[in-house]
Nanobody, 124 residues
Framework: VELVEFGGVLVQPGGSLRLSCAASGYPFSRYVLGWFRQAPVQEREFVAG????????TYADSVQGRFTISRDNAKNMVVLQMNILRPEDTAVYYC??????????????????WGQGTQVTVSS
């Protein structure tokens, strides 16, 4: 499975941004999908995840109510809509796909495939 993220840019605090991730390879609908992020000198952290066929996502506390994850299995796409952005949201954002059920949705160890990342910078 190959994952490619796009949409990362510089945005002002309070603004919105939409990240997309395009997947190719194994049947997309069989994968759990997630978004993670990594800021400089920090560990990679879970942002949001969405199971195979459930519409509702799971979110980190820091983004709950501001971010929304969605998937389009027909288009092999997963989207992260980010609203009310804050400077602390600045990071490289990664799309990930998991085929197994080992580990929880928010655990990076669960994910088998990763994109190359896209930079999101929130600054005035």
């Amino acid at each position: 499975v190959e994952l490619v993220e796009f949409g990362g840019v510089l945005v002002q605090p309070g603004g919105s941004l939409r990240l997309s991730c395009a997947a190719s390879g194994y049947p997309f609908s069989r994968y759990v999908l997630g978004w993670f992020r990594q800021a400089p000198v920090q560990e990679r952290e879970f942002v949001a995840g969405i199971p195979w066929s459930v519409d509702a996502g799971t979110y980190a506390d820091s983004v709950q109510g501001r971010f929304t994850i969605s998937r389009d299995n027909a288009k092999n796409m997963v989207v992260l809509q980010m609203n009310i952005l804050r400077p602390e949201d600045t990071a490289v954002y990664y799309c990930a796909a998991a085929a197994s059920s080992a580990y929880g949705l928010g655990n990076a160890k669960r994910y088998d495939y990763w994109g190359q990342g896209t930079q999101v910078t929130v600054s005035s």
